[in-house]
């Protein structure tokens, strides 16, 4: 049971949560359990939603959204967005399932996605503090700056999801995957 309660309902939300609820429920189908859960404050919800639809706009590919997601969500322990990012990659992205091992490993089996999960791995694990050979590295598979930009965003992106659902202790509602213990 979730730390934070999650609307059962987009009528039980937050009045001022309901219009973007019905936006997610537009473009997906259903509601998953993490927007109801950020529904409980409508400022959050209106940010997460906002980011989520700027960056769908943006030059990366959505393997690529998909990619980093499995790589900052294994990395930060987060089995709620490794559930969903898992469920998203087989069925929206398309990703094979040794992708997304490689991806849950900071990796890509793909050589122009590869130079972007690392690095997206390196950002979340230096926090920021990446090097010049870093930078340079992901220029050099291709990747302009904008799409730098971009490879950043997501990984804030999905560290916050991944804290708001780790501290809430949101309810899988995906086929469960878990996370690897670091020792």
């Known amino acids: 049971m979730s730390r934070i309660p999650t609307a059962a309902t987009i009528e039980a939300a937050p009045v001022n949560s309901r219009s973007l609820l019905e936006v997610v429920k537009k473009q997906l189908g259903l509601v998953p359990n993490i927007f109801r859960m950020v529904a409980s404050s409508p400022a959050a919800l209106e940010g997460y939603v906002s980011l989520l639809g700027a960056l769908g706009k943006g030059e990366l590919?959505?393997?690529?959204?998909?990619?980093?997601a499995l790589a900052v969500a294994e990395l930060n322990g987060c089995d709620y967005c490794l559930s969903a990012h898992t469920y998203l990659g087989k069925n929206v992205a398309k990703l094979a399932d040794s992708?997304?091992?490689?991806?849950?490993s900071g990796a890509s089996n793909d050589v122009e996605a590869d130079a972007a999960v690392r690095f997206a791995s390196k950002v979340l694990r230096q926090r920021g503090h990446v090097s010049d050979d870093d930078v340079r590295a992901v220029r050099a598979a291709g990747y302009t700056d904008a799409q730098v930009v971009e490879i950043v965003q997501h990984v804030a992106l999905n560290t916050w999801t991944n804290y708001v659902n780790n501290v809430a202790e949101t309810a899988?509602?995906?086929p469960v995957v878990t996370a690897r213990k670091v020792a």
């Open 172 to 174: 899988i509602d995906f």
């Open 99 to 104: 992708e997304m091992t490689a991806n849950r």
């Open 61 to 68: 590919p959505a393997a690529t959204h998909e990619r980093i």
